[in-house]
């Protein structure tokens, strides 16, 4: 066990339609950061907030936004789905230790599926 | 991005010791050498990572080449529980505050026969 906790493990839903995805980080840790995985395209980084405020983009698409609440857990919101959005969500925290961020300790993820 | 190069995949017997090995020609001189496995179905897992010596903790031991250009992750007595995919990362050492995506290649799919 990680200590990172991600809502809901599992999500079916419609083309078109909006999801929310919740990611819990590691107590103590400030800094977040989402993943896709997905079989063609492997593990993908998405964004990356912290303490509240977003750090880094990488792949992530407009229709997709994130945010990191005071409590520093963190939401990633997708919408418009399509049917390529089917995959592994994965979040993961890290804490920062003299300057440096730590090592990456990632969630058990969120399998969303898009019919 | 300095970029890595690690084989698709490897096969290895249990109890037997496991030498992923990792190229990395393009590597700074700040770069630190991370590994990653994710298991099957689990989110990924870190490792060990380090800059120019040998490392070792509970799970694994790094070996680092004197030219930083390869490094190999070095599992001293395999299990079932270590089939994974093995993933060799590079991270510039001041990723303190600013981006720090950890870019994820392919990996190595390691394969242990009972």
């Known amino acids: 066990d990680s200590g990172v906790t991600q809502t809901p493990k599992h999500l079916i839903t419609a083309t078109g339609q909006r999801v929310t995805l919740r990611c819990s980080p590691r107590?103590?840790?400030?800094?977040v950061y989402w993943y896709q995985q997905s079989l063609d395209q492997g593990l993908q980084f998405l964004i990356q907030y912290y303490n509240g405020e977003e750090r880094a983009k990488g792949n992530i698409l407009e229709r997709f936004s994130a945010q990191q609440f005071p409590d520093l857990h963190s939401e990633l919101n997708l919408s418009s789905l399509e049917l390529g959005d089917s995959a592994l969500y994965f979040c993961?925290?890290?804490?920062?230790?003299?300057?440096?961020?730590?090592?990456?300790?990632f969630g058990p993820g969120t399998r969303l599926t898009v019919t | 991005d300095a970029k890595t190069t690690q084989p698709n995949s490897m096969e290895s017997n249990e109890e037997e010791p496991v030498h992923l090995p990792c190229n990395h020609s393009?590597?700074?001189?700040?770069?630190?050498i991370h590994w990653y496995r994710q298991l099957p179905s689990q989110g990924p897992e870190y490792v060990i990572h380090g800059l120019t010596s040998n490392v070792n903790n509970r799970m694994a031991s790094l070996a680092i080449a004197e030219d930083r250009k390869s490094s190999t992750l070095i599992l001293h007595r395999a299990t079932l529980r270590d089939a994974a995919v093995y993933y060799c990362?590079?991270?510039?050492?001041?990723?303190?505050?600013?981006?720090?995506?950890?870019?994820f290649g392919k990996g190595t799919h390691l394969i242990i026969q009972p």
């Open positions: 993961a925290s890290s804490r920062r230790d003299r300057g440096r961020m730590m090592e990456r300790y």
């Open positions: 107590s103590g840790d400030l800094s």
């Open positions: 393009t590597i700074s001189g700040t770069d630190y």
């Open positions: 990362i590079l991270r510039p050492r001041g990723s303190g505050g600013g981006a720090d995506g950890l870019t």
